[in-house]
């Protein structure tokens, strides 16, 4: 066995309340290396794909990677891979935290849930043991409340996996929060009501035992290297937080305001940057474990008409949420909201997207006071945000609809709703501009699970980062055409291997790392003695083989598309994206036919 791995996965059936314990073969590492790399093998090879995502046979994975443990920086982190309730296609999320770290230090590169229980159950995982435990008392408790209670009933030191009521409605938009108060959040594509389906409230882990390392020397010394050049590139981030960035990207026009449609909004940002964060509400900050950034942000509100708040704050994509997008520019009103969606266990970024969305249905007369149970939807109101918050979580009057995610809430309004319903294959997009990054535009447009940047990070490459290791040597233009094709899909097919590994995707945004690190450090973790070529090799073949499944799912050109806001409305220092044209090339350089589906000569090529 290589190093790096414990070589079992637990395949846990909450409907038959057994465990079978399953041999990680080296063959699949080679291929798949861990992460969402060998989650997207192991749901490929179930041919889950025509499953309801709701059904008791689908399956739920998580997985560690190889420098889960390792004591890498920023390698405090897993996937959760699955079949979205949201989307119905591929889905996977990564999480930082500590959770991951413990589940293999409790004997278990990963574990593959199927069934459903008959009443509430949580998963106790420690020193190679799986129990199933009652959770009757835990269910209808918020996330935090049962942080708190499962540490007690089990050890204070674990770490754990919950949903919230969200996820016991089936609500489409929940998540599954770990690490309590710090709210590390397995966000995107509805894993929470996943869990909610088979009726899994929480998995609590915790573990001693040692992760392998392959060459404990020469990792040792690599990361002593590498580590003043890290805490050097994280500096801003750690001193701001991800939100940090906003004002530059006000500038850009990469922060989006008003359900995407507003162009400036400078003074608004201002009030909710990070730097505005760090002088107010902020109290601490806290890292993922082996970190030495720590971007997470503790925040307290003890006064006024939004306390109390206290926990983990607001990061960028919620600022960008259920501030910007709904035009909200007060802290305070943020960070309740935040806390709101981590108790309630609500994905913050699909969260803030259906509130925009319906805040415009609203202002177009398209639903009314009747709908929305009384309340007024209008613009900037930070006690409507929450309002709706607790209107979503609740399945109370409109907040049933938008629930389901923004494709389906333009459905049941219909009218001319569809026209600002901003998704891509059904998930709310991440807040970044298409309009401002062209590579984003097509990163969005064929991202396996939607429009996600970390689908491929490559908006930081068009500003100041570079990756000379796979012939990125100097930014590219954000809007010019030529290479953008080429560009994207490296930069899509590195951040597959940021997710199996797995690293935080911060330390290539940052500048941090570079693809030869990567390689050297994934070398002496586990000895597998690969290349820059091989490791990137690897990486194309897990993106093709979610494709693939999306294939399964009847994904195809039709698909790969954006909402017409983003291909119609222009935005000051924004260009409307060429979308037929770089998907022509996108195509062409992928080895796919001209409906989005990978060749055959592609996947002999690829051995898949």
């Not at 998540?175 to 709210?183: E, L, P």
């Not at 990054?437 to 068009?462: D, I, K, M, P, V």
């Not at 390689?519 to 490791?535: A, C, M, Q, S």
């Not at 799912?553 to 000051?572: E, H, M, Q, V």
Request: aromatic letters at 8%.
């Amino acid at each position: 066995m290589y190093g790096g791995y414990t070589g079992k996965i637990a395949r846990i059936d909450l409907s038959k309340r057994k465990v079978y314990v399953q041999r990680l073969k080296n063959n699949l590492i080679k291929d798949y290396i861990g992460g969402s790399g060998i989650g997207a093998k192991l749901l490929y090879e179930e041919k889950t794909e025509k499953m309801d995502p709701l059904s008791p046979n689908s399956l739920i994975i998580f997985m560690t990677g190889p420098l889960t443990g390792s004591g890498v920086p920023g390698t405090g982190r897993h996937e959760v891979i699955f079949k979205s309730p949201l989307t119905n296609i591929f889905a996977r999320s990564s999480v930082g935290g500590s959770w991951g770290v413990k589940l293999k230090k409790a004997g278990f590169d990963g574990i593959i849930i199927s069934g459903k229980s008959d009443k509430p159950v949580y998963l106790w995982i420690h020193e190679e043991k799986v129990e199933f435990r009652s959770a009757n008392n835990l269910w209808g408790k918020d996330t935090y409340e049962v942080d708190k209670i499962l540490k007690e009933e089990t050890e204070g030191k674990a770490s754990t996996a919950v949903i919230g009521p969200a996820g016991e409605k089936g609500i489409k938009i929940s998540c599954i929060v770990h690490d309590g108060k710090h709210a590390r959040v397995a966000g995107r594509c509805g894993g929470g009501a996943l869990m909610g389906s088979k009726n899994l409230k929480a998995i609590v882990v915790y573990g001693t035992q040692r992760v392998s390392i392959n060459q404990p020397k020469k990792l040792k010394d690599y990361i002593k290297e590498t580590l003043p050049h890290i805490k050097e590139a994280g500096k801003g981030m750690s001193e701001f937080g991800t939100a940090g960035g906003i004002m530059n990207y006000e500038k850009l026009g990469n922060f989006p305001h008003k359900n995407w449609a507003l162009s400036d909004w400078e003074e608004g940002a201002k009030k909710i940057c990070g730097q505005e964060m760090a002088k107010t509400i902020l109290k601490g900050r806290y890292s993922c474990r082996d970190c030495p950034i720590g971007c997470g942000r503790v925040v307290k509100v003890t006064e006024g008409p939004f306390a109390p708040v206290d926990g983990g704050g607001p990061e960028y994509e919620t600022i960008a949420a259920l501030g910007s997008n709904c035009l909200v520019d007060n802290l305070e009103a943020i960070a309740k909201a935040n806390e709101l969606c981590n108790r309630y266990g609500l994905d913050t970024m699909s969260t803030g997207g259906v509130i925009g969305f319906a805040m415009e249905a609203y202002e177009k007369s398209l639903i009314n006071i009747k709908d929305t149970g009384g309340i007024e939807l209008k613009w900037g109101d930070g006690k409507v945000v929450i309002k709706m918050v607790e209107k979503i979580a609740k399945r109370e009057d409109i907040g049933k609809l938008l629930g389901e995610g923004v494709k389906e809430a333009a459905l049941g309004i219909g009218k001319n709703s569809i026209e600002f319903a901003i998704h891509t294959k059904g998930l709310e997009p991440s807040y970044h501009d298409p309009r401002c990054f062209f590579s984003q535009a097509l990163s969005y447009a064929t991202t396996n699970r939607g429009a996600c940047h970390n689908g491929s990070q490559s908006h930081s490459c068009e500003m100041s980062n570079t990756q000379p290791d796979i012939g990125i040597d100097k930014p590219q233009d954000r809007h010019q055409l030529e290479g953008k094709a080429e560009f994207t899909i490296k930069l899509q097919n590195l951040m597959c291997m940021f997710d199996s590994i797995v690293m935080c995707n911060f330390m290539h945004a940052s500048g941090a790392i570079k693809v030869h690190s990567m390689v050297n450090l994934l070398n002496y973790v586990t000895g597998l003695d690969l290349d820059i070529k091989e490791f990137m090799k690897i990486g194309e073949r897990i993106f093709n083989l979610q494709r693939l499944y999306n294939v399964r799912c009847g994904i195809s050109r039709k698909d790969d598309t954006l909402p017409s806001r983003f291909l119609t409305l222009k935005r000051n220092r924004g260009k409307l994206p060429p979308l037929g044209e770089l998907l022509s090339d996108y195509y062409e350089y992928r080895g796919w036919n001209e409906e989005g589906i990978p060749n055959q000569i592609k996947l002999k090529e690829l051995n898949i």
